[in-house]
């Protein structure tokens, strides 16, 4: 029962820029429902907002327009601390830019959202246990022999590899990345989709993944389109839906 | 957890934030230092002025003087409340004067404070014996071995008057000479001279710092010229001359006494300027110092006021001197701190740099959870970490420099070769500190202050980032 309803929802969101005296209009009523334990892909030319219903949707910004529901409540309207603890502990973000921090270590940026999360004390009260937590992840995702590297030591590969540890380590319901094979070759970035699909099948892992790389999405549940700030079209059949690249017009 | 590790790794990796770092650092050492030289200056100053002054002095409105000190001092004494706290009195008779000597066969001349003093007595009431170069804490007016062998060879008693002419100061043509001056008295008088009459320092070669150079040996002739009173009630005043032998030097390390201040004996002051058993100041040492207000208040309510004395603790007597200094120091601490103020603009406008070239990650922090305040605080406790590390750094700089200042101050003398403390400017002979924890402690903080102030502006800047912005920040 609760598998039908969504887990996160958007409800004609509307989201203008402005841009000194012109207004760009970002999106303009946009309605999205993703359910646990989907991959969904969004696409989109560039400017089709697709970043920016992304950043919506993890409470990174707020829409001028519309409500973000999770598990049906409203979360867009919450207060600051609220949602700095949804972005925290709810949703794992990554990015095409990697966006490690570069005066940490691989582990230390790992560990980043729990220091975020946890006083000082709690911290060193569960530093041990935390630690191992992390290097655990980076085992998982082929980090192991890079725990104490530098961003700038690391490929490019190995980067987005740490930025998903970081993502995860909070044990996220819902992981929000936006291009995350965008700045990487083609082989690294088929390791990075192999990898988020093995998160999605073996931890029920909710993904919502922002790309412009149609080759890539064929590899998830489901696709959504982005034209002018709406979802033009959607292959919402069956979950989880199989065929979402078919459903796409070629290109 | 965060704010601390990132503020530590920023400070760690930003070497531009040293810059903020170095400017705290010397901030704090230059006022560390400024105050505690000028807190050793003022300490200094006031231990000898009150070393050398009696604690409590009563004087007469005139050089006439008053008559009969012994039973001044002896109305004083029978005063129980007065006799419980003083510990010692003299008589003192003090005039202005002028001496003369022979110095490589030119005549040197110049104003003098000529001290009338029991050599005992004064030595009681403090400030006096401790200073004497030759006979150091046991004052006399006697010449040693060596000055008498030197007075001998100067005086053979055939030659004595002749020398004792050369040494005067030929009469003006038109006027008949002065009455002979009682040269040819046997044994001579003695007198104690300030050191910086008998001495003076010179660069005798150019590359070598400058040398004290000694223009009168024990036992060598001065002529001192006074005035003495005579006629109805010593009204009417006429010059008096005598020769003595110098039998010691009185080196307070005040330049102010030891260039102005002779002492000779009273009893001879008396008889030369005729005013037997007068004096014009009584010198009073009390038991304890706090007693001081008291003693002044009961002595000036003893005295008669037809006798016209005046009771002066020392500070009265220094009073304005000691003002200055503590008004010098305060302006001085202000004007220093706006070394400070520099230092937290240096802040502002480099921690504005920090902010701008972390915009991607205060985004990114912001994407992980971390909340305004957090992004906020990081900033703040960076610039708290840089004010601390700044004064932890200038306190050991200032007080290394302040504990060694004459160390540096020699160095620095024999490296250039230009004298920058000239001890004949100064009062002192090496550089006086005094470092006060309660200071040092005030300066730190003000820094660290300074330093949060100054990085409120862009810590605030960082915290209200918008976290999309910063994120797609190039």
Known sequence: MLDNLPLLAAVNLHKTYR?????VPVLTGVDLEVFVGEFLSIVGSS???????????????????????????????LPAEQRDRLRNETFGFIFQFYHLLPELTTLENVLMPKMIALPVRGWFRQRRSLKQQAIELLDRVGLGH????????????????????????NRPRILLADEPTGNLDADKGAEIIRLLRDLNRQDRLTIIMVTHNMEIVGNTDRVVRLVKGRVEEATNGERPALAGWSALPAG | MYKLLLCWRYLLTRYLALVCIVSVMLGVATLIVVNSVMAGFSTKLRERLHGLLSDIVIEAHDFQGFANPEGKMALIQSDPFLSQRIEAMTPTLEIFGMIQFNCNGTAI????????????????????????LLHKGKPSFELSSEARERQHALHPPHRLDRIAAMLLPPPPD?????????????????????????????????????????????????IITTIKGHGLNGRELSPVQWRCAVCDYFKSEMSEYDANYVFVPIEELQRLRAMPNRATSIQIRIKDYRDLHAVKERLQALLPAHWELAVHTWEDKQGPLLAAISI????????????????????????????????????????????NRGVLNIFLSYGLLLGAVGAVLGSAIGTAITIYINEIEQFLTKWTGHE??????????????????????????????????????PALRAALLHPVRALRYE
């Open chain 1, 19 to 23: 841009k000194h005296a012109i207004e």
């Open chain 1, 47 to 77: 400017g089709s907002g697709k970043s920016t219903l992304l950043h919506l949707l993890g409470t990174l910004d707020k829409p001028d327009e519309g409500r973000i529901l999770l598990d049906s409540e409203r979360i867009d309207n």
């Open chain 1, 146 to 169: 890079r725990l104490h590297h530098k961003p700038r030591e690391l490929s490019g590969g190995e980067m987005q590899r740490a930025a998903i540890a970081r993502a995860l380590i």
């Open chain 2, 109 to 132: 001349a110049r104003p003098v404070h000529i001290i009338g003093i029991d050599p005992a007595g004064r030595a009681r009431v403090g400030g006096f014996a401790e200073h004497l």
């Open chain 2, 174 to 222: 038109d006027k008949p000479a002065p009455a002979p001056p009682p040269s040819s008295e046997s044994p001579p008088s003695t007198i104690i001279i300030g050191y910086a009459i008998a001495h003076f320092r010179a660069k005798l070669n150019p590359d070598t710092p400058p040398e004290e150079v000694r223009t009168l040996a024990p036992g060598d002739d001065v």
């Open chain 2, 328 to 371: 010098e120091k305060g302006i001085l601490n202000v004007l220093l701190f706006m070394i400070i103020a520099v230092a937290g603009f240096g802040i502002l406008a480099i921690f504005s740099m920090i902010v701008v070239e972390k915009t991607r990650d205060i985004g990114i922090l912001k994407a992980l959870g971390a909340s």
């Open chain 2, 420 to 457: 920058l403390f000239d001890r004949s400017v100064y009062y002192f002979n090496e550089i006086p500190t005094d470092l006060n924890p309660g200071s040092v402690l005030v300066i730190n903080l003000g820094a660290v202050a300074i330093a949060v102030l100054f990085s409120v502006l």
